[in-house]
């Protein structure tokens, strides 16, 4: 048994579900009508409600007596001041100083980063204003209209899903693109009707050897150089995003068009730093730092308030809850907001590549059930696509619903109906509709149907939090960003497994590089199982060299 399912915070906690399992959310409103005030929390203008859940008064405490017991109060200290905490890469975690508006010195091997920091910064907003003004041409004289971000996971998902929320603080003659799959559909599609003479190709890697990355940008090489026909305009039209110079060099892009960045940031955590530039070229430098500041004000909230008013703490013990007393093994993200389509791919790298590991920090395999399962679409599509298993399925599924009281755009009826779906959705999970409250909407010969009364029954006790602010501004989405990732902080101190390394990616990278060379030739494999064998001998007998 793991000291974490050992201890008496877990066996309280144990206890406490033993007992309140069953009870219900719906007559806990009914008796308390201060439900709400108890257990919500404000943070500028977000509004975080977490009064939809399975939790009584004695709840929170526990949970947080079990935050203790991992010593969280420690452990955040710790990763705001540059300690070591990805302890097999040996690295501190620190995107944190990335948006460190404060300038308070940070510290790694003794030397403080923040000047570092902030050069990158200025040298951003540099290249950024040269772009955007037109300062800045394509190798014809041209200003560039189209940016294409080459990069996968953290060094696409990210900025994409921010440049797209942020769309209406997007500037009219500069568009943004996302190239990340190897598979060339995707670069093929975003390059249709660009013009190499006004299309800047960002290539961000952290390492700069991904495998994935470095073929894409080959291939737009090869695009821009059909017309081009001279190396030398590169310079104009290909810049990097690493933390590793020698590998850009190599590559053939001038190292004075390379954006730097540091070991200590996470690739899942790095859309503030330069990887972030394709956001700042679409948005303007100055929405960029606005989003930085947003996380840097859910980063003050997060490291200085008591843990029972703490968002992310709150959000990463109630996933704690349901992920391991629950047995809930997924949870849903629902931003009531187009703009947000991305946000829950974003956070599944987020979560799934940051808690997805079942060895602890001394390397015993963990008894007890870690990282969730991320889903999600944006409300209210996803309400004619999945949400019938949420009300009515056999599986618990804590739901986040987020949304903006003001849109940026003004067509009549629209807004309030989203809204009032975003608002009758955790209203309907959390009441459900009873026997009798089924039978008195139906005739008196369909009550005697047996079979159609318990299909219109819902159970309802299904848990939400609802997150609900002014405007999706970019200072807004930055807060919500590092909420999110803060509470996959906690969620990682209460499992106690490192949050930051990424192993579970690299046996599936090798074992392809071992099959590609294998694909070159008309040999018939039989070095795998016999499984493997026969698909790859079937794709040599049906691909059309
Ligand atoms: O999926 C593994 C991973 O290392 C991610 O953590 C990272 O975001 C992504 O690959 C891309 O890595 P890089 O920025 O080095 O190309």
Redesign the pocket.
Known sequence: MSSLTASNAWKALQNHYQQIQNSSMREAFNHDTQRHSKYAVQLNDILFDYSKNRINDQTMPLLRDLAHYAELPAKIEAMFTGVAINTTEKRAVLHTALRNRGNQPIYVDGQDVMPDVNAVLEKMRHFCHAVRSGEWTGYTGKKITNVVNI???????GPKMVSMTLTPYSSDTLKVHYVSNVDQTNIIEELKGLSPETTLFIV???????Q??MINANSARRWFLDSAQDTSAIAKHFVAI?THSENVAKFGIDTDNMFEFWDWV???Y?LWSA?GLSIALYIGMDNFEELLQGAYEADLHFRNTPLEKNIPVIMGLLGVWYNNFFDARSYVLLPYDQSMRYFADYFQ?GDM?SNGKSVDLNGDKVDYSTGQIVWGQPGTNGQHAFFQLMHQGTQLVPCDFLAAANSHYHLPEHHDVLISNFLAQPEALMRGKTVEEVKQSLTAEQQHDVELVASKVFEGNKPSNSFLFEKMTPKTLGTLLAFYEHKIFVQGVIWNINSFD?MG?ELGKILANAILPELKNQDVIQSHDCSTNALINAYKKLRQS
């Open positions: 990069g996968i996971g953290g060094s696409g998902l961000a890697s952290k390492l700069f050897s991904t994935e990355t690493s996470g690739g899942r790095s990887v790298q590549e990424q990616v």
